[in-house]
Nanobody
């Protein structure tokens, strides 16, 4: 069983930055993909960034490309989401999710492919 704990959410003004953290236990190497998803009130869950293990290839949604960066610290079993130039439409609950297997080594933004989820951390961007 893989457990994930997110932290780092909060309130920020438009154009600002936030850094989210996701710690995976017992080990990041139990996973094949770790992804960040978000869900705004009344909307579906949207994948924004993902990274596979152990190759650390990255994947981004078009809505965040060039603004958000997912990065690893495998020694600390962690994945980070650096959020720059945030916008009010980035306001959502952000979840970290892990897939323990993939079909071809690539990560997907299909929530059904992820079987382990954190509790979420709220990000609120004011204009």
């Amino acid at each position: 069983l893989v457990q994930l704990v997110e932290s780092g959410g909060g309130s920020v003004q438009s154009g600002g930055s936030l850094r989210l953290s996701c710690v995976v236990s017992p080990s990041i190497y139990y996973t094949r993909c770790v992804a960040w998803f978000r869900q705004a009130p009344g909307k579906g869950r949207e994948g924004v960034a993902a990274m596979n293990t152990p190759y650390d290839h990255t994947y981004y949604a078009d809505s965040v490309k060039g603004r958000f960066t997912i990065s690893p610290d495998n020694a600390k079993n962690s994945r980070f989401l650096q959020m720059n130039a945030v916008r009010p439409e980035d306001t959502a609950m952000y979840y970290c999710a892990a897939a323990v297997q993939t079909t071809d080594g690539r990560c997907t933004f299909d929530p059904n492919a992820y079987d382990n989820w954190g509790q979420g951390t709220q990000v609120t961007v004011s204009s």
